[in-house]
């Protein structure tokens, strides 16, 4: 399910995901980003992105810069990650539990909506899962100095996701101490290791100024976030003033329930079972993140390995517990899915342990037959309704979750430069409108690379026939009569336009995205009021011809103006 229409679900690429592919491409073409911030083996994050992670533009170079451009290509690493992934997972459960219940959690992984809604996208935290829990394996294993081989699998992954950095050093201390546990041996080996990952810490939050993390430290929610001090004086001016106010009614007391009800959220049914994050990007359309059948399983897993096998079930309890921790203290919003992604794989191995134990209660192999049959039956339901979800309500439903319009606008943009027609697209993001338009339409490469660079740098964002400005830049380009001109909804930068045009429309309920002025790509072509007869093959948008791609995805609601 990894790799099947991986070109078209999705639906497309966040500004994200297309942040650590382009970069890598660059890197690969160059040996340095478009902007000429960050050389092959920086950690610094090029000047026109969000500072990220400092490893996967690197960790993708490889995977990325000898193929063209292509959403099949953007995933393909991610793919292998997440494969990879679930070996780690089959590995410690196999070790810890049993041959039986590692293969029915390797199995668990393969099926599972979270590792197949991620397994399919370019998003760096489950990058970073994978590394840290092959990490946990190789420590697990090894004896002696051997098990400081983890270190490098454990750096990886602190410097493969910018969320993980919170709970890394809890989350490897534990492992640590839980593997000496198992051991009781190398005690000095084990500190040596807890001591190398304290110094990485260490060392990261000294040059905090001087890495991509540093601009994020405002992200963490702490005491002295405005939110509380403002809840703090409105629940003061709510209450009978009695010398218990103070003690109970301040902003540590306040911030600790806030971070308390943020991490019990994320082991709210609703979440794992129903609905997943609020944010489309990071859910399914109307399915959680586990299975339906996962609620029975999972704390039955925990409850007998606490009871069979004390150790190793306190020590995944544990690992539980601060798994929600990076979504807990952000102030970002709230996506469990990404910034709790260290708790899915637990989640895994708690349900093949509680699978394992049902099937080991039933003594008559005839019974243990039907009851597995059984089993087998309810996941292989709930993989086809999450795949029915999946491939068919989710692509139209949260179309715009990946920025669906943005692909179909540079698909318009490929068009019309294909008949020599220029467009002006107004953006308060220029260089997300031309790289979109590089990507889709795989442009960038030796020859073109000098140009869009210099654009970039120059901050003039024009390549062949297609400029995107902002609108306070608009006078450096006149808009003349023949350039086809393309707009969010509500105007010509603020002034009311009496043209007619055409729409780039949400797939959902047909609102407009984009405006189109002076079209000459669909001109001649019967255009409808809003999208319809949706097929999986439409989404394959770089194929489609003119006629087929203007009369899928462009929609005419003048008639409807002109009411």
């Given at each position: 399910m990894r790799l099947l229409r991986l070109d078209r679900i999705p639906t497309g690429i966040t500004a994200d995901e297309l942040d650590y592919v382009f970069t890598a491409k660059s890197l690969y073409l160059s040996g340095k980003d478009l902007s000429d911030t960050r050389s092959l083996f920086s950690l610094a994050p090029a000047s026109y992105e969000t500072p990220k992670a400092e490893l996967p533009y690197l960790l993708l170079v490889p995977f990325i810069g000898p193929f063209p451009f292509s959403l099949f290509y953007a995933r393909v690493p991610f793919v292998i990650a997440n494969t990879l992934l679930i070996l780690a997972i089959y590995l410690i459960t196999k070790k810890f539990i049993g041959p039986r219940a590692g293969h029915i959690a390797g199995i668990l992984a393969a099926i599972n909506p979270w590792f197949i809604f991620f397994g399919r996208t370019s998003f760096d935290a489950p990058l970073a899962v994978m590394f840290l829990y092959w990490g946990i394996y190789v420590l697990m294993i090894n004896n002696s100095w051997r098990i400081l081989w983890s270190f490098p699998l454990f750096a990886i992954a602190f410097f493969s996701y910018i969320g993980i950095k919170v709970v890394f050093l809890p989350f490897t201390l534990t492992t640590i101490f839980f593997s000496y546990m198992f051991k009781r041996r190398y005690h000095i080996q084990h500190a040596a290791l807890a001591l190398i990952c304290v110094s990485l810490v260490g060392y990261y939050v000294a040059t905090l100024g001087n890495n991509p993390g540093g601009s994020?430290?405002?992200?963490?929610?702490?005491?002295?976030?405005?939110?509380?001090?403002a809840r703090v004086e409105t629940e003061r001016r709510a209450t009978i003033d009695t010398p218990l106010e103070k003690l109970f009614n301040n902003k540590v007391v306040l911030y600790g329930r806030f971070i308390f009800e943020k991490w019990l959220n994320f082991f709210s049914p609703q979440y794992l079972f129903l609905s997943g994050d609020a944010r489309s990007t990071f859910s399914v359309y109307q399915y959680g993140v586990l299975h339906y059948v996962d609620i029975f399983f999972v704390p039955f897993g925990l409850i007998i390995l606490i009871y069979k096998k004390r150790k190793f079930g306190i020590y995944l309890a544990s690992l539980l517990f601060l798994a929600p921790l990076p979504a807990a203290v952000s102030n970002v919003g709230i996506t469990?899915?990404?910034?709790?992604?260290?708790?899915?794989?637990?989640?895994?191995?708690?349900?093949?342990?509680?699978?394992?134990?049902?099937?080991?209660?039933?003594?008559?192999?005839s019974y243990k037959k039907i009851l597995a049959g059984v089993i087998i039956l309810l996941y292989s339901i709930n993989l086809l309704q999450f795949s029915y979800i999946y491939f068919t309500k989710d692509p139209v439903a949260n179309s715009e979750s990946f920025a669906l319009s943005d692909r179909v606008l540079s698909r318009y943009l490929h068009f019309a430069n294909e008949i020599g027609k220029p467009v002006l697209v107004l953006s308060e993001a220029p260089f997300g409108v031309i790289r979109n338009y590089l990507f889709y339409g795989d442009k960038l490469n030796d020859v073109t690379l000098p140009n869009i660079a210099a654009s970039v740098q120059n901050e003039v964002f024009e390549l062949a026939g297609v400029r995107a400005v902002r609108c306070k830049d608009l006078s450096v380009f006149p808009v003349e009569k023949d350039i086809t001109v393309i707009a969010t909804p509500g105007g010509f930068c603020g002034k009311e336009i009496l043209e007619d045009h055409l729409s780039i429309p949400l797939l959902?309920?047909?609102?407009e995205v984009y405006w189109i002025y002076r079209d000459?790509?669909?001109?001649?072509?019967?255009?409808?009021?809003?999208?319809?007869?949706?097929?999986?093959?439409?989404?394959?948008?770089?194929?489609l011809s003119r006629e087929q791609f203007c009369t899928t995805f462009i929609t005419n609601l003048s008639p409807i103006y002109a009411q």
């Amino acid at each position: 399910m990894r790799l099947l229409r991986l070109d078209r679900i999705p639906t497309g690429i966040t500004a994200d995901e297309l942040d650590y592919v382009f970069t890598a491409k660059s890197l690969y073409l160059s040996g340095k980003d478009l902007s000429d911030t960050r050389s092959l083996f920086s950690l610094a994050p090029a000047s026109y992105e969000t500072p990220k992670a400092e490893l996967p533009y690197l960790l993708l170079v490889p995977f990325i810069g000898p193929f063209p451009f292509s959403l099949f290509y953007a995933r393909v690493p991610f793919v292998i990650a997440n494969t990879l992934l679930i070996l780690a997972i089959y590995l410690i459960t196999k070790k810890f539990i049993g041959p039986r219940a590692g293969h029915i959690a390797g199995i668990l992984a393969a099926i599972n909506p979270w590792f197949i809604f991620f397994g399919r996208t370019s998003f760096d935290a489950p990058l970073a899962v994978m590394f840290l829990y092959w990490g946990i394996y190789v420590l697990m294993i090894n004896n002696s100095w051997r098990i400081l081989w983890s270190f490098p699998l454990f750096a990886i992954a602190f410097f493969s996701y910018i969320g993980i950095k919170v709970v890394f050093l809890p989350f490897t201390l534990t492992t640590i101490f839980f593997s000496y546990m198992f051991k009781r041996r190398y005690h000095i080996q084990h500190a040596a290791l807890a001591l190398i990952c304290v110094s990485l810490v260490g060392y990261y939050v000294a040059t905090l100024g001087n890495n991509p993390g540093g601009s994020r430290v405002g992200e963490l929610f702490t005491p002295n976030d405005p939110m509380i001090a403002a809840r703090v004086e409105t629940e003061r001016r709510a209450t009978i003033d009695t010398p218990l106010e103070k003690l109970f009614n301040n902003k540590v007391v306040l911030y600790g329930r806030f971070i308390f009800e943020k991490w019990l959220n994320f082991f709210s049914p609703q979440y794992l079972f129903l609905s997943g994050d609020a944010r489309s990007t990071f859910s399914v359309y109307q399915y959680g993140v586990l299975h339906y059948v996962d609620i029975f399983f999972v704390p039955f897993g925990l409850i007998i390995l606490i009871y069979k096998k004390r150790k190793f079930g306190i020590y995944l309890a544990s690992l539980l517990f601060l798994a929600p921790l990076p979504a807990a203290v952000s102030n970002v919003g709230i996506t469990y899915s990404i910034r709790a992604a260290l708790a899915f794989p637990l989640f895994i191995i708690l349900a093949a342990s509680g699978i394992d134990s049902t099937l080991s209660a039933v003594k008559k192999v005839s019974y243990k037959k039907i009851l597995a049959g059984v089993i087998i039956l309810l996941y292989s339901i709930n993989l086809l309704q999450f795949s029915y979800i999946y491939f068919t309500k989710d692509p139209v439903a949260n179309s715009e979750s990946f920025a669906l319009s943005d692909r179909v606008l540079s698909r318009y943009l490929h068009f019309a430069n294909e008949i020599g027609k220029p467009v002006l697209v107004l953006s308060e993001a220029p260089f997300g409108v031309i790289r979109n338009y590089l990507f889709y339409g795989d442009k960038l490469n030796d020859v073109t690379l000098p140009n869009i660079a210099a654009s970039v740098q120059n901050e003039v964002f024009e390549l062949a026939g297609v400029r995107a400005v902002r609108c306070k830049d608009l006078s450096v380009f006149p808009v003349e009569k023949d350039i086809t001109v393309i707009a969010t909804p509500g105007g010509f930068c603020g002034k009311e336009i009496l043209e007619d045009h055409l729409s780039i429309p949400l797939l959902s309920d047909g609102g407009e995205v984009y405006w189109i002025y002076r079209d000459f790509v669909c001109d001649g072509y019967e255009l409808k009021l809003y999208p319809y007869d949706v097929s999986l093959g439409s989404f394959e948008i770089e194929k489609l011809s003119r006629e087929q791609f203007c009369t899928t995805f462009i929609t005419n609601l003048s008639p409807i103006y002109a009411q």
